[in-house]
Nanobody, 114 residues
Framework: VQFVESGGGLVHSGGSLSLACVAS????????MSWYRQNPGKARELVAT????????TYAESVKGRFTISRDNLKNTTYLQMTKLKPEDTAVYYC????????WGQGTQVTVSS
């Protein structure tokens, strides 16, 4: 099982970023997929989840209306479109199967300056 996240960077408050995560080592279409984020010394936070066919999405209250999760089952890829970014969105972002897999990728750093 492997996850490779990309797309992070430095952006000003109010800006946008798009993250991507390529998954491998399991049958992608069998699983709900999620994006998580984490800051040093803090617990990992569930940000967004998408159903296996993409028809169901859920979001943390803190990102609802600003972030959009999507997936491409032909490419084994999960996306996170982030808009209206705030400094408190600064974190390392990870993707994984919903409820985890026992494996984590390296994540991608998102930094939002005020």
């Amino acid at each position: 099982v492997q996850f490779v996240e990309s797309g992070g960077g430095l952006v000003h408050s109010g800006g946008s970023l798009s993250l991507a995560c390529v998954a491998s080592g399991f049958t992608f279409t069998n699983y709900y997929m999620s994006w998580y984020r984490q800051n040093p010394g803090k617990a990992r936070e569930l940000v967004a989840t998408i159903g296996s066919a993409g028809g169901v999405t859920t979001y943390a209250e803190s990102v609802k209306g600003r972030f959009t999760i999507s997936r491409d089952n032909l490419k084994n890829t999960t996306y996170l479109q982030m808009t209206k970014l705030k400094p408190e969105d600064t974190a390392v972002y990870y993707c994984n199967r919903y409820r985890g897999s026992g494996y984590w990728g390296q994540g991608t750093q998102v930094t939002v300056s005020s």
